[in-house]
């Protein structure tokens, strides 16, 4: 009986010896997990709700990960080619405008035709699952208008419908530029997107243009040619780059220096010099200065506290330095306190302590308040707003 009892042992012993060390390793887990487990207690993930609610987070596959990342080009490529065939075609909108010509409803005002509701919604019956969407009662309350008989334009409709199907189709193409499908399109992804338009774009250009309007056309030829030019008269050591004291020189020269570090602080830089992409932002924004894209861009400058509002430190901070350059040209300073109380007034911001973003761009003052705080120059033309205007009037009177 103890004979065969060692036998066993031995066995036992042997066969454990014999197990490989991944073996042993993945029974260490195995024990590690359970205990662990009943530690913890049991998952809240593995109640009954848990189980129900859909996954809203899918992470994105590593580099590493090439098969899950085909998958997720082709599913998306897939899915575009089905938006983009639940598009009107050119065939589909000729079918739609016979069908409106056909049912408008009588009588005509001037030369344009009418449709009511009831037609309306014949017409949405004949027309297919693709125009379904167009023919609710909430687009044609839309384009509902002033006419007694209660009908809508059939070519205000008809114009409705085209306008969508063209936003729709510009969405996906751009969408086939959202490399990595997050439903944005970073720069290199737009630059790709308007290479692939540029052969595109000599068919849509305009002949005739005058010189006038091309040199306020800031994707001109000649406006591109000024800006570079400028940019290459600033760069004075030619490195390609734009120092702070080279881009001090930029217009009249009467930028503030806090405004520059400010720029220099919050724009991308290379070792504390800007390129020619930063510099096209910083032009544009300044030359732009009533849009509310500019206004954005100037805005997180003024900023410096970085809590998108603009208080009576942030004005005073910056207006400082508009007071030295009238010191260094022999001009007596303007009261800070008369040009805060100004600015309150023309902006009537929401809040009476502060200055937001949206209470400038409602305001329609935003660029004289950035002119103010920013540039000698544009502080002036303010100041001196009355004798400017009283000029102008007596020049057109002669």
Not at 59 to 72: A, F, G, N, T, V
Not at 109 to 124: A, C, H, T
């Amino acid at each position: 009986m103890s004979s065969t009892l060692t036998n066993a042992l031995k066995a036992y012993v042997e066969r454990k010896q014999k197990k490989s060390s991944a073996e042993s390793k993945e029974e260490e887990k195995e024990h590690f997990k359970k205990l662990y487990t009943e530690w913890k207690g049991p998952s809240k993930y593995k109640q009954d709700s848990y189980q129900k609610i859909p996954k809203f987070y899918y992470k994105l596959p590593s580099e590493d990960e090439i098969l899950l990342q085909k998958l997720r080009e082709e599913s998306r490529a897939v899915f575009l080619q089905r938006r983009s065939r639940e598009l009107l075609d050119n065939d589909e909108l000729q079918g739609l405008w016979f069908l409106l010509d056909k049912h408008h409803t009588p009588p005509m005002v001037g030369e344009e035709q009418m449709i009511n509701f009831e037609d309306y919604l014949k017409v949405g019956e004949q027309a297919g699952p693709k125009c379904k969407p167009f023919f609710t009662a909430i687009v044609f309350a839309k384009l509902l208008q002033t006419d007694p008989y209660g009908r809508i334009s059939i070519m205000q409709f008809f114009n409705y419908v085209m306008r969508k199907v063209w936003l729709h189709q510009t969405r996906i193409g751009l969408s086939l530029y959202d490399v990595a499908g997050q439903g944005y399109l970073k720069e290199s992804d737009l630059e790709n997107y308007i290479l692939e338009l540029i052969p595109t774009l000599p068919q849509l250009r305009d002949e005739e243009l005058s010189k006038e309007m091309q040199e306020s056309n800031w994707f001109s030829a000649p406006s591109a040619l000024r800006v570079y030019g400028q940019y290459l008269n600033l760069d004075k050591d030619h490195n390609g780059m734009l120092s702070k004291e080279e881009l001090a020189r930029y217009g009249t020269g009467t930028l503030t220096d806090v405004f520059l570090d400010r720029v220099f602080q919050e724009c991308l830089t290379y070792d504390g010099e800007m390129d020619y992409k930063t510099y096209l932002d910083f032009v544009l924004a300044l030359e732009n200065r009533k849009e509310p894209q500019a206004l954005q861009y100037l805005f997180r400058i003024l900023d410096v506290q970085g809590k998108g509002e603009l208080i009576v430190f942030s004005l005073n901070y910056f207006f400082r330095a508009i007071q030295e350059q009238m010191k260094l040209h022999g001009q007596e300073p303007v009261s800070f306190h008369d040009v805060k109380d100004e600015i309150f007034d023309m902006v009537k911001p929401a809040d009476p302590l502060k200055i937001t973003l949206q209470d400038l761009i409602n305001s329609g003052q935003g660029d004289t308040v950035v002119s103010i705080l920013i540039d000698l120059n544009g502080f002036w033309t303010y100041e001196n707003r009355e004798v400017l205007v009283a000029d102008t009037t007596e020049e057109a009177e002669i």
